[in-house]
């Protein structure tokens, strides 16, 4: 079992304002994610690209990060959702979204 962590840990270091996905309007969406899903902002960020469809690869370029790096946040990401595939990332983030009633 992981253990559960506060979903804002050291959110600034985890996710800097010059990375993509932080305008305004993105960072709320991230918090969102954070808040219903039990994640990083950092871990949300990636939670998304991997919704999208995304690779590791693509998800380090975008993120500005080692593709291991990538490949590690997936990793967590999945077993915090408590999912074995990266196709179910999506429908899990929706339902947690729905269920804390933030939409999808």
């Given amino acids: 079992m992981i253990?559960?962590?506060?979903p804002h840990l050291d959110a600034d270091a985890a996710l800097p304002d010059t990375a993509p996905d932080t305008t305004s309007d993105d960072r709320a969406a991230l918090?969102?994610?954070?808040d219903a899903c039990g994640l990083t902002l950092r871990q949300?960020?990636?939670?998304r690209l991997v919704a999208r469809g995304l690779t590791n690869?693509?998800?380090a370029a975008a993120l500005g990060i080692s593709r291991y790096t990538a490949r590690n946040h997936?990793?967590?990401?999945?077993?915090?959702?408590?999912v074995a595939r990266r196709g179910r990332v999506r429908a899990v983030m929706n339902e947690r979204l729905r269920a804390a009633g933030c939409g999808s």
Wanted: hydrophobic letters at 70%.
């Fill in 74 to 82: 997936v990793a967590e990401v999945l077993a915090r959702l408590t």
């Fill in 57 to 59: 690869i693509q998800i």
């Fill in 3 to 6: 253990p559960a962590r506060p």
């Fill in 31 to 34: 918090v969102a994610i954070a």
């Fill in 44 to 47: 949300a960020a990636v939670a």
